[in-house]
């Protein structure tokens, strides 16, 4: 699976996850750095299986209907 991690989860945290076998990039690591949300989930959306996020306001922030995340 190809992962993106958001810019408020901890490089490190990567590594997790590519122990476990998955493909995993942070925001900075895939050239995204800076991007606001709606441009950034746009992006991850056609490069990435999932974006992990612990942002609890991007629900209220962007609309998710027809979204594959």
Do not use: Y
């Not at 945290?13 to 590519?18: I, N, W």
Request: hydrophobic residues 40%.
């Amino acid at each position: 699976m190809k992962l993106l991690l958001d810019e408020c989860i901890p490089w490190k945290v990567k590594f997790l996850f590519t122990a476990e076998g998955h493909e995993c990039q942070t925001v900075r690591d895939a050239g995204l750095s800076g991007e606001q949300n709606g441009e950034l989930l746009s992006r991850a959306e056609n490069e990435f299986d999932a974006l992990i996020t612990i942002d609890k306001n991007i629900p209220h922030q962007q609309n998710f209907a027809g979204s594959l995340f």
